[in-house]
Nanobody
Framework: VQLQASGGGLVQPGGSLRLSCAAS????????IAWFRQAPGKEREGVSC????????YFADSVKGRFTISRDNPTNTVYLQMTSLKPEDTGVYYC????????????????WGQGTQVTVSS
């Protein structure tokens, strides 16, 4: 099982990034996929999630209207499009897969990727 997060980098405030999460080793269609992030000195927080069946999406209040999430089941990939980035969006972003449904709680997730660094700074 592997979840490979990529697409992070350094971006100026107001800029955009698109993160990708490429999955392998499990039946992708049967899992909800989420993005979490962890900033230095802070606890991990849920950012967004997309469900496994109807594609319902969920977002933390802090990113609503700025981030979108999508999934491409044929390629086993989930994308997180981030726009209007703020310094407080800085952190390591992880993708995770849940067999049941989307949840804000990390303990619900069965598999985790290694993370990709996002730094928003001028």
């Amino acid at each position: 099982v592997q979840l490979q997060a990529s697409g992070g980098g350094l971006v100026q405030p107001g800029g955009s990034l698109r993160l990708s999460c490429a999955a392998s080793g499990f039946t992708f269609d049967d899992y909800a996929i989420a993005w979490f992030r962890q900033a230095p000195g802070k606890e991990r927080e849920g950012v967004s999630c997309i469900s496994k069946h109807d594609g319902s999406t969920y977002f933390a209040d802090s990113v609503k209207g700025r981030f979108t999430i999508s999934r491409d089941n044929p390629t086993n990939t989930v994308y997180l499009q981030m726009t209007s980035l703020k310094p407080e969006d800085t952190g390591v972003y992880y993708c995770a897969a849940a067999r049941v449904f989307c949840s804000e709680y990390g303990s619900w997730y069965n598999y985790w990727g290694q993370g990709t660094q996002v730094t928003v700074s001028s």
